[in-house]
């Protein structure tokens, strides 16, 4: 930057800032308490090396006279015979929370790299402060002009921090990252950075420092311009991405439970296990509800130390479809189970009917509790604890599963009899030994995942 001013003299003279390397090559002269001498240009580059090092970001200054009466300034004004003044290190320590987020970063499988206009020492040595790994090479806009888009692929996973970098270098490294399939996001604040923000899987403007280009050019515009935000909103996504999964992971075994169970009775022409009415009931309260309560789920433990997803991974892994065929299954059991028992017993059919709709339900909220915990074990307190939500949708169907089971009134409606107290407890005996075969599985399924 250079500005036109007036001296204490009152007459028009230039002072320029700006990179060292790049003043220094406008200068013939440096001031000096003896008054000028010729320019000692190895000596200032080992100041700048020096404070570069302490993660210093220097700025050189100079000057010189203007022309008697010029009021405009041009860069020919500024091309040669200033004069150098001196350097400046500005001190930028990183936010605790931004060196914290990097290490989650780290430990979500995300790649954190820098890229600045900053000297390479100072690249370097804030790198090191904020936790980067790959900070011994540092590649500079000047060797970035030298690599070719095939050499930069294969050089850009092993480096951390690019320095004295151009927004055309930043849109060439997004596009070197994304040539191995990765899924990039892009900061930026400048007018010139919008290429890069635009060509990002999510281009990410500042919201305070950022210019109106760059928000209008990224997906993203953080308020607070903090880059734990970042990190943060990942954390979020996947927390998400994850209730989605559990609520598909839900939904579909339950209902293909009820579905083998009226269509093998319909095959083997026995009586129906749940009448029309009671399925109805089942997703009306019992599935509605319970399914509601996974929305609000909080994030798992351990949800950023886990790798990122492939950006073509389904939603329906083989994982998860393996555990929608198993619990199918085992509720298809359980429930035509009950219902012969309570037919050999010699109950009447509406009430092992009644005993088969309240046994899918007992079910249901057993594998909710199951469900809520995909990455670990159900069997600690906080995954019993819950959330109010889980308990409030929980004690809604248990309420109302007993109203139409006892009250007098309503069983008329939905064809059900009392159950007696030794056949509710077996139903609850058949749940609990239900959430334990599932349980075992997913505990063998991770630690195998893990082994592999």
């Not at 936010?95 to 820098?114: D, F, L, N, P």
């Not at 979020?236 to 994850?242: L, S």
């Amino acid at each position: 930057m250079a500005v036109l001013s007036l001296d204490s003299d009152g007459l028009p003279h230039i002072y320029v800032k700006g990179a060292p390397e790049a003043l220094l090559a406008m200068c013939a002269q440096q001031r000096t308490p003896e008054g000028n001498a010729p320019l000692d240009a190895d000596y200032w580059l080992q100041q700048v090396e020096k404070l570069a090092e302490k993660g210093r970001r220097v700025l050189a200054v100079a000057e010189r006279a203007a022309a008697a009466g010029q009021t405009a300034l041009s860069s020919a004004d500024i091309a040669q015979s200033l004069q150098f003044i001196g350097l400046v290190g500005l001190i930028d320590p990183p936010r605790a929370e931004a060196v914290a987020a990097v290490q989650q970063c780290r430990e979500a499988g995300i790649q954190v790299k820098m890229i600045t206009g900053d000297h390479a020492a100072t690249a370097r040595a804030i790198a090191r402060e904020i936790g980067l790994t790959h900070t011994d090479n540092v590649l500079t806009g000047n060797d970035l002009d030298f690599i070719d888009d095939a050499g930069l692929a294969g050089r850009i996973l092993e480096t951390d921090v690019f320095a004295r970098t151009s927004p055309a270098h930043k849109l060439r490294l997004v596009k070197a990252l994304q040539s191995h399939g990765l899924t990039v996001a892009m900061t930026g604040d400048g007018v010139n950075d919008a290429p890069a923000l635009k060509r990002a899987d999510a281009g990410i403007a500042m919201g305070q420092t950022g210019s109106e280009a760059a928000k209008e050019a990224a997906d993203l515009v953080l308020a607070d311009d903090n880059f734990a935000s970042i990190v943060a909103a990942v954390r979020e996504g996947r927390t998400v991405y994850d209730n989605i999964q559990k609520v598909i992971s839900w939904t579909l075994p339950t209902n293909a439970g009820e579905a083998l169970t009226i269509i093998v009775a319909l095959l083997i022409g026995t009586a129906l296990p749940i009448t029309p009415v009671q399925i109805l009931w089942i997703n009306l309260i019992t599935t509605v509800t319970l399914g509601i309560a996974l929305a609000f789920e909080p994030a798992e433990a351990g949800n950023m130390q886990r790798a990122p997803r492939r950006r073509d991974a389904p939603l329906l892994s083989r994982m998860l479809v393996w555990n929608i065929v198993l619990v199918a299954l085992l509720m298809f059991a359980a429930v035509f189970g009950v219902f012969a028992y309570a037919k050999g017993s010699g109950h009447s059919l509406a009430l092992a009917q009644t005993m088969s709709m309240n046994m899918l339900a007992v079910l249901e909220i057993f594998y909710l509790f199951y469900v809520r915990n995909i990455y670990s074990t159900s069997l600690n307190w906080q995954a019993v604890r819950g959330t109010p939500v889980v308990w409030l949708c929980v004690s809604i169907v248990t309420l109302a599963q007993l109203a139409i089971t006892y009250l007098p009134f309503l069983q008329p409606l939905f064809g059900t009899e009392s159950i007696p107290l030794s056949d509710g407890l077996l139903i609850i005996a058949v749940g609990v030994v239900f959430f334990a075969l599932i349980e075992v599985e997913k505990q063998m399924r991770l630690a195998w995942v893990k082994a592999v």
